[in-house]
Structures are given as structure tokens and as C-alpha cells.
């Protein structure tokens, strides 16, 4: 399996939308294939809520992750899209994943030093879309890069779609996999839930915990919240059903579960919480239920935003997934009719799976001919 290699952009001082300035700023990505003389063969790949810019290969050593790269992490998680031959060809085009600002996997986030030599912690920023979508134009323009096809899955899809509304001159096409522009109250409230779980271990201190005794048991309650939105409760039953650990207590103190479901969930969320930091994962999950387009486009409707897709030409391919509980269906259909309806050039495909919301990590089979002949139009 191909060796990959994390590279890290210096920004510099860097402004956030909530005001606050910080020096020193990087951003960690990878990049697949050449990129040509034209410089016009570029897809910009978001990756999900709390993935990382290691889409494609093999990476077993992320020094600027420290102990957060786990073993899980180690394979490209678009393994199956990207490559020679795969619909993210990488002979023929030049693909750049970034990671996320205020993740703990590169970029600077809040287990990054301050000047004072301690981790920024609770005093990071909260991030939006539009800081990411700022923060990724300064990493092409660093390439000499004018425009891009963006590819966007998941949470990835909320910077997909800022970027496209604040630099539409930039975009070439834009793709969105399991998202649309709102994010549900039902999600919004699991959020709330997911940062209330994280903020009453007592060893998250407000934000200013040793990274060498985090707050593991609300983080992972706050995972384990988060994940029964992805799938949908028939398919988790039956992805726990095969697991043989339905009597280990993980990071419970008295009670022993007494299912497979309950046995699984727990070990997912274990497991997150060695693999991620708390502050790190309070501000993705906040910049997903915070989203608002026409606050960030200071617009005063999405509406407005979303007109520039039309005025500037730019083609969309959406999908939805009719299990996915995180982006629902009817909510992404939605969306495109609302598109549509401003005039937008769009594809929906709507896909069954029983996988949920992972469907596109899991069943790339299910999307690649679209995608193909999308890109190649």
C-alpha cells in the first residue's frame, strides 16, 4: 500500500470569525496524484466530522497527532474511491484532502502550543465553516491554485457548500455526500447533549485538562450520543450482533452490559476517546450545529447565498442516503429542490443502503459511477 506523506502548511496570524486572532496558524494535508501545467485539475476533499486529511494510503506515524494516531487511522478512509482507476483518479487528477482547523490531527487545534508553551485548550477558538473555507483558499492559493472541483462528504459538505457561496470565482463543480444546509434541531440538541456529557467529567476542568489525563469518559458518552445518528437501529443492532464482548465494562465502574448493543456502543465510544481530544471534537461538532449560510455569507437569506451557484455557473452532484439519521433525506431533498428552484445545474441521487450515513466510507461501489461521470463532465 502506497506511504503518504502529511504536509503542513504555515498561515501565519490568522483571523477567526468570532474575532479573535491567532499566530501562528498551520494546516496539515495530503495530496494524491500530479497536478498539471494548467494547475486546472484540482479536487479539494473535505473529509467527515472527525476524520483527518489521510484519505488515501498508508500513514502509521503522525508525530504532530501524537497519541491521537491510533491504529484505525493508519488507512486512507477513501481507500476504496481514490487511487489509478478509482473515480478520484488520481492519474488524472491532482487531490488535495486538508484537515480541519481546531482538529487534533495536524492543523492547528486546541492541543496545539501557545506562545506560552501550553496547549491552546478551551482557549481555541470556536472554528465556523467559513474560517475552514478561508483557511483552505490560502492553502490553494499557496499552490498557485485559481479553482477547483470540490468533493465534500459529511460534515465536509458544510465547508463545501461556505466555500462555494464566499468564492464561487473558485469553484469549478461541487459534489455534497450525505449533507445538506441545515442542520437539524434533533441534531442541534444531540450536539448540546454531546457537550454537556463532555463538559461534567471532572477531569475536563473547563477546557484546561492535561492532555496526559483528558476527560475520556465524557467524551466517549458524548461519541456514543453521536453515533446512533449514524446508522439507522435495525442495522446497529445488527452490526453489534456479532460482537463478543457483551460482558466487558470498558470505562464503566460497577454496571456490566447486558447486550451486544450496549457492549458496542461502548466500545465506540472507548475507543473514540483515545483516538480524539474533547476540546478538538467541541468545536467540529459545534461548527456543524452552529452552521448558519446566511450568517456566515452575511446575507440575509441561504437563498441569497446559494444564488451565486447560479450566477457563477456552478454545476452540483448531491447525494442522500435513505438510511442516514444525521442528513435526512427528506431534509437533502429539500435542499435540492430548493436549488433547483433557484436555477442551480444539479444531479440528486438518493441512495439505499442499510449502512446509514456511513454508507459512503463503506459502499463506494454505490457512488463511483456517478461520481465518474460527473468529474469527467
Known amino acids: 500500500m502506497q506511504q503518504t506523506q502529511t504536509q503542513i502548511l504555515s498561515i501565519g496570524d490568522f483571523l477567526f470569525d468570532s474575532g479573535e486572532s491567532l499566530p501562528d496558524i498551520c494546516l496539515a494535508y495530503e495530496c494524491y ?7 486546472d485539475n484540482v479536487i479539494l476533499l473535505n473529509h467527515a466530522l472527525t476524520g483527518s486529511h489521510h484519505a488515501y494510503g498508508y500513514c502509521e506515524d503522525l508525530p504532530e497527532a501524537g497519541s491521537f494516531w491510533q491504529p484505525e487511522n493508519y488507512v486512507g478512509w477513501w481507500n476504496l474511491m481514490i487511487g489509478p482507476g478509482r473515480p478520484l483518479d488520481s492519474d488524472v487528477y491532482f487531490i488535495i484532502c486538508p484537515n480541519f482547523l481546531g ?9 496545539s502550543l501557545a506562545p506560552d ?8 477558538p470556536l472554528v465556523t ?16 491554485i485559481d479553482r477547483a472541483r470540490l468533493v465534500t462528504p459529511s460534515a465536509g459538505g458544510l465547508v463545501g457548500i461556505t466555500a462555494a457561496c464566499l468564492y464561487p470565482q473558485r469553484v469549478r463543480s461541487l459534489m455534497l455526500i450525505g449533507v445538506s444546509d441545515r442542520a437539524s434541531m434533533e441534531h442541534k440538541l444531540s450536539v448540546f447533549e454531546q457537550i454537556i456529557a463532555i463538559e461534567m467529567d471532572e477531569d475536563y476542568r473547563a477546557g484546561r485538562y492535561a492532555l496526559a489525563k483528558p476527560p475520556l469518559k465524557g467524551l466517549a458518552l458524548a461519541r456514543i450520543i453521536c453515533h446512533k445518528l449514524f446508522v439507522d437501529q435495525g442495522s446497529l443492532a445488527q452490526r453489534a450482533r456479532g460482537g463478543s464482548n457483551a460482558q466487558r465494562k470498558g470505562l464503566l465502574s460497577w454496571y456490566t452490559p447486558v447486550e451486544n448493543t450496549q457492549s458496542y456502543m461502548l466500545h465506540q465510544g472507548t475507543k473514540f476517546a483515545r483516538r480524539y481530544d474533547a476540546n478538538a471534537y467541541i468545536r467540529i461538532v459545534n461548527m456543524w450545529a452552529s452552521f448558519d449560510l446566511a450568517a456566515l455569507c452575511g446575507a440575509e437569506s441561504d437563498e441569497v447565498c446559494l444564488a451565486a451557484l447560479r450566477e457563477y455557473d456552478i454545476p452540483l452532484l448531491i447525494f442522500s442516503i435513505d438510511t442516514d439519521f444525521c442528513f435526512l433525506s427528506k431534509d437533502i431533498e429539500d435542499f435540492s429542490q430548493r436549488l433547483l428552484a433557484l436555477g442551480v445545474r444539479l444531479r440528486h441521487y438518493c441512495i439505499r443502503s442499510e449502512k446509514g450515513h456511513d454508507s459512503f466510507l463503506l459502499e463506494p461501489e454505490l457512488y463511483a459511477e456517478q461520481i465518474c461521470s460527473f468529474l469527467s463532465d
Not at 131 to 136: E, K, S, T
Request: aromatic share 8%; with cysteine; proline share 5%.
Open 117 to 124: 508553551g501550553e496547549p491552546w485548550g478551551s482557549r481555541f
Open 129 to 144: 465553516a467559513a474560517d475552514q473555507a478561508r483557511a483552505q483558499m490560502l492553502l490553494l492559493d499557496s499552490m498557485d
Open 33 to 39: 496524484g500530479q497536478l498539471n501545467e494548467q494547475h
Open 103 to 111: 482538529s487534533c490531527y495536524g492543523s492547528s487545534g486546541p492541543c
